[in-house]
């Protein structure tokens, strides 16, 4: 079975950074682009980013560019979303997700595989 664990959620302030982490096993981790989901209380799951089974390409939902970066360590099975300047409406339960393929992929019917997830809540 494959297995996703989210972590490096909490409480940060408006402007502030937080790292995700998100560790996978089960399966050939470089074989499979990875993507970023999240989801705020009352709304729809939405997408926040992507990136490649090698890790070169990557594509950001327009709400997080030039704030987040994605990035994956395939030697430690691991992908990480770094995110600055966090505002309040970024505030929801953020989940890491495994592609039914190698290449990046922004719909959520193209991830097959998915973590629990990890709350992010972003103060005024």
């Known amino acids: 079975q494959v297995q996703l664990v989210e972590s490096g959620g909490g409480l940060v302030q408006a402007g502030g950074s937080l790292r995700l982490s998100c560790a996978a096993s089960g399966r050939t981790f470089s074989n499979y682009a990875m993507g970023w989901f999240r989801q705020a209380p009352g709304k729809e799951r939405e997408f926040v980013a992507t990136?490649?089974?090698?890790?070169?390409?990557?594509y950001y939902a327009d709400f997080v560019k030039g704030r987040f970066t994605i990035s994956r360590d395939n030697a430690k099975n691991t992908m990480y979303l770094q995110m600055n300047s966090l505002k309040p409406e970024d505030t929801a339960v953020y989940y890491c997700?495994?592609?039914?393929?190698?290449?990046?992929?922004?719909?959520?019917?193209?991830?097959?595989?998915w973590g629990q997830g990890t709350q992010v809540t972003v103060s005024s």
């Open positions: 997700a495994s592609a039914k393929t190698s290449y990046t992929n922004t719909r959520y019917s193209q991830y097959d595989y």
């Open positions: 990136i490649s089974g090698s890790g070169r390409g990557t």
